[in-house]
Every structure is written in C-alpha cells, then in structure tokens.
C-alpha cells in the first residue's frame, strides 16, 4: 500500500492495526497523520520507535489525551514542543464535560511541560497561555515564577488569572529587573501592586511603571517618586507626563527638571491656573537667569532628520523594551513612519518590528509571526497597514525580515503592487492565525 492511500483511502479497523506495525516508517507516518483512525491505533503509535511517527501523534487533533503524559516526557524536543503548542490551543477550548474526562491526562501534561528543560517548550506554554482566564491557577503561578523571562515575562505582563496577592508574593521573593518590568507594563496595576514596585527601588521597573498610565499609584507614593527624581533623571520624563500628577507635585518638578520637561510641564491643561502660573514664573526665572531662549528640542520627525533629537528628548523611554517604548511613543504622538525608516537604517530591527505593530494596531506577535515566516505577502501587508510607503516596504522586507532578492515583492512605480484588497487578506489570514 502507497503513502499516499494510506492517507486517503477509508481503512478498517483491521487494515489500520496492521499498518501501524508496518516495516516502512513513511507508511506508519501517514497513518499517524490521520484523524479517522480509532484512538487505540494513535495511542499505540504514541510508543512507536521512530520519532517522526512519535510528532506526527502528537500534533494529530484526534489523538487520545491519555497519550500526552508519555509523549510530555518524550526524549525528542520537536515532539514535547509539539504537544505543548497542541495541548495548550486545545485546553481553553473544552467545555466542562471534556474537562471533566481529559484534565487527569491533559493537565497533568501540562504540568510535565511547565518543568520541562527546554526553555521553548516552557516560553510555548506561555505564549499560549498568557491571556487564558481559564489557564489552570498552580501552572500559570509555575510559569511566572520561571527564571527565563521568556517565559516568566509574557505570563506576569498579561495573564488575568494572576491575582493581586499572587504578583505581590512574587515580587517579594525577589525576581529580576525584566520580571518586574513586566508587572509594571500591565494592563492593570493596582495600588498595592505599584507600591510594592517602588519598594523594590528598581529604576527600570518603576520607569516602566511610571509609564503606564493604566497603573494606579497612589498620591502619597508619586510625591516619594517625585522628590527621588531629583537624582534619578529617568523618571523626570514620565513624572511629568503622568495623569494622576497633583498641583503640589508638579511645582515640586518645576524646581527642577530639564528645560524641555519644564515647557512639557506648561503645556499640561489639567493643572490648576495657580500651579500653571507658578510654572510660567520658574520658566520666566530661569529665562533671565540665563539670558538666553529655552532650546525647546523639535521631536516631530520629519524626513531627512535622524532619531536623535528624539531619543535626547525621551533618554527616560528609550531604556525601555522596544515594545514599551514603540507603545509609549504612539500614546504620546510622537510615533510616525519616518522614526520607523530611521530605526531601521539604524538596525534597530526589533523596534521597527514593534513600532509597524503600533502603527498598524495590531499586536506584536502577530507582526512577529510575519516576519518570523519571512512571508513578502504578509510583512508588505503590515507595512501597508502602518502607513509606510511602497519603498520602504521594500527595504523592511530585505533587512528586517531578511527575504531574499529572488523573493522580494517589489513595489510598482512607487505604489503597492498588491491590491488593497489582497494585502487586507494577509493581514486577516495572521490575525485568524493567532486566534
């Protein structure tokens, strides 16, 4: 029998048992493939001897949950890697009663894969898990307390089955700058969360913090933030900034920060008219103490012009992950297509990657995938979609995605060569993907 009638002709029971103990491996390969075969067939090809058969069951969509345990501790990375993508795909997708009958095998192969040693297998889990509200409570806690940020930093940044009391215990047990970045960068900190940041006097995490404006902070911890940033430069910017800055607060920073953060500071309309004057008189003050204009940096970028002005402007931001920074940038106007050409010729690739994102509204794994499948279709579409022009598009594909010549889709005349139509079909078509 071919390979290829094993994998379409309808077989029996009999026929099927039989093939499974076939001498050729591509013949057991294809039947593993298969998704009409009864469970006892795929769960015996979980023990085959040959590790392509071995990936092929656990990729299957048919194959028995009571198969994941052996094949969670399988010796073949590819294989546990595999299970990992599957288990966790399908996981949040049972209903109650599936829950009830597969969860002793699907679960507790989870639980194998959360302490596997292979970082991928572990950085898989929480990939997919991350935004899960229905993810297993002790796994995900597993994951977050993991010492690769990897696969700790996805869980702690977004995972909505992580508890106020969960991140706190985490914090205080002591974790990495990057681990406390990530809980800082949430969607939704609490005030006790915040607070137990700015005990930890980690610079980063509480720039971070301070640039989150979905982060509750409570008045009493912004005024501390406040005077520490005499000294600490990197939260002068987003302490400016912030939305739930007092008018005590921002006179206290008026004595202080740079030139261009006080005119930032002057243009706030959601301070008091006292404060404002107040502000006006320390520009006035230090206006005739130096005899000389305030250089107010331009960070409208513009064609021609470099990220320099900009990065001068934001030193604070740009000590943050591309991610953060791209999302800051956006939030604060200041993200446009030519700070994407200028990252790009400066070799930034990830910031370009996270600020096409932004600038397309879409979520970074998704933008990531595009690039990683070095796809032309699909990285010309996100360009499309971020506002570049057909030639840079050009050039994102050759250095940032790393296409090669043969394959680049070349932009007609200065247009897209795709039509409107067909580039919103690449970006759909990666969208569903993530789904």
Request: glycine fraction near 2%; aromatic fraction near 4%.
């Amino acid at each position: 029998m071919s390979t290829s009638s094993v994998h379409d002709a309808p077989l029996t029971y009999e026929e099927a048992k039989e093939l499974a103990r076939h001498q050729d491996i591509s013949i057991r390969k294809s039947l593993a493939e298969r998704e009409d075969i009864r469970p006892e067939i795929l769960f015996y090809l979980a023990g085959d001897p040959s590790a392509e058969v071995r990936k092929a069951i656990a990729k299957n969509k048919s194959t028995p949950a009571r198969a994941y345990i052996d094949l969670a501790k399988d010796d073949n990375d590819d294989i546990r890697s595999s299970l990992a993508e599957k288990i966790t795909r399908l996981a949040p997708k049972l209903t109650a009663y599936e829950v009830d009958r597969v969860q002793s095998y699907a679960f507790q192969a989870l639980e194998i894969l959360a302490s596997d040693q292979l970082a991928n297998v572990r950085t898989i889990l929480a990939q997919t898990l991350k935004d899960v509200a229905q993810a297993p409570e002790e796994l995900i806690n597993k994951l977050a307390r993991d010492s690769e940020l990897s696969v700790a930093c996805p869980i702690l940044e977004h995972s909505p089955v992580l508890s106020d009391d969960d991140l706190l215990d985490i914090i205080t047990s002591g974790i990495s700058s990057g681990a406390l970045g990530a809980i800082s960068n949430r969607a939704s900190v609490s005030h006790l969360v915040s607070d137990a940041i700015v005990e930890t006097h980690d610079i980063p995490a509480i720039t971070t913090l301070l640039s989150n404006d979905s982060a509750q902070i409570r008045e009493e911890t912004l005024d501390q933030l406040v005077e520490h940033s005499r000294e600490i430069e990197e939260w002068q910017g987003p302490l400016v900034q912030h939305p739930q800055i007092g008018n005590n607060a921002a006179q206290r920073l008026a004595e202080f920060v740079a030139e261009n953060l006080l005119e930032t500071l002057k243009e706030r309309t959601d301070l008091s008219s006292k404060t404002l004057k107040s502000i006006r008189k320390e520009v006035n003050r230090r206006l005739v103490k130096s005899n000389a204009p305030i250089k107010k940096i331009k960070f409208s970028i513009k064609k021609g012009q470099t990220n320099k002005d900009l990065k001068k402007e934001y030193a604070w931001l740009f000590q943050q992950p591309p991610h953060v920074i791209a999302h800051n940038l956006k939030r604060m106007n200041k993200l446009n297509t030519q700070v994407i050409t200028n990252a790009m010729n400066e070799g930034d690739y990830e910031f370009v990657l996270n600020g096409l994102a932004e600038l397309a509204d879409m979520h970074p794994s998704i933008a990531q995938r595009m690039i990683a499948m070095r796809s032309a279709r699909g990285v010309v579409a996100l360009c499309w979609k971020a506002g570049m022009d057909a030639a840079a598009a050009v050039s994102i594909q050759a250095k940032v995605a790393h296409i090669s010549a043969d394959d680049i889709l070349l932009d007609a005349k200065g247009q897209y060569s795709l039509s409107a139509e067909e580039l919103q079909w690449q970006l759909d078509f990666f969208t569903n993907m993530a789904v």
